[in-house]
């Protein structure tokens, strides 16, 4: 496919950024996203200073990743029902309110670890609902040649806040403590919900009218209607042989992948003894290293089989985890986890290309959020083992184990017959999906 010019392409950044509604929920995104940081390396880090324990810091996981598995299918449905201007505000100020909560109770009362498992419970649950509303909100503010456009510059920022937003928690926190990381996240919320509420505009840009909205059925014709878009979904996600496959192979790279991130403040303090401002900054490259990553493999990976490129990157990525684990120095340490996130982001590329381009469009929103559903269900197993282990084994060693898990996987993700071959090309969709 030949590139479009330059001066197209600015064009398109520029009418997406002139549009005042468009730039409203940017700029929510950004700033709620900014907050998240704050709050995650703030829990994480406050729960092992006050545990000594890696297996209560897989605990704060494991909620969160919990979230995606029980709420994330409804959710995806039920947003679609509602005004979506109104759910993403009514999401932020309950997050907002949640932490508002939490920061009062543990300034007055010190950690409470059953009261972070339900702040976080909360806080994730109704993350399940802002985030397929708000992509759904999208198409409503921009017109359809934008889509990608406004996707890159939301995709953008959210990998920009990771970058600055994990190295200036992990300050902050040091210097300040965890209870202002929660206050920061609890005033982004606050942020959000003022910005979305000054979005007067839902039309599209050009004069674009908004998609026809369904009228409202009897509560037993919904129900039914409910349940038979999600057996759709499923039938669909397992009728695709590629994706049916790949999603095998992703539930056994997440069950590793999870357990990486509740050892990682043991990891931080005992392997590379260093406070919280390390345990930011190595949080804060592989955001570098993904946004590195996604723009490489934008450019490059649609010349290459999606096989070999998903098997390499996991590979990469399984090697340069078990190198973190025997190589303790700071300043190599936070070089291969920002190659760590790169690798990952590729991975994440050729993912996301190949579902695109193998999902029928009309369907590819609930066929994403039961493909997250079903891909997470390892992964609350492998942050509690994960925190179990790096207690009896220490986070050095355990990150060796996980790399020898990513790269035994990615061999056999190379060898299997439908992976090697997959590519990017579309094919017609499977009569069980309708």
Known sequence: MRAEPAVTVWARYRAVLRHRPFLLLWGAGGVSSLGDHFFLIALMWFTFAATRSSLEVAAIAVVSQVTYVVVGPAAGVWADRWDRRRTLIVCDLVRAGVLGAFVVITWRGGFSFPLALGAMFLVEATGRFFGPSRAAYLTTLVDPESLVTANGLMSGTTQ??????????????????????????AVSFAL????????????????????????????????????????DGYRLLAGIRVLRTLLLFAIVLNLFFAMIEPAMPAYVHATLHAGAWAYGLVGSLQFAGGLVGGLVAGGVAARFRAGPLLGIGAAAAGLLVAACGVLPLVPLALVLWALWGFSLAVVGVVVQSLEQRLIPRASLARVLALRSSVGMVAMPVGSLVGGWLANQMGAGSLYVVIGAGFLATALAMMAHPTIRTADFSPVPSPSAAG
């Open 160 to 185: 920009a806040t990771g970058l600055g937003g994990q190295a200036v928690a992990g300050v902050v926190i040091t210097a300040l403590g965890a209870v202002a990381g929660f206050l920061i996240d």
């Open 192 to 231: 959000s919900a003022l910005s979305l509420a000054f979005i007067r505009n839902d039309a599209p840009p050009a004069g674009r009218s908004r998609p026809s909205v369904q009228t409202s059925s009897p509560s037993s014709k919904r129900r039914h209607r409910f349940w038979g878009e999600l057996a």
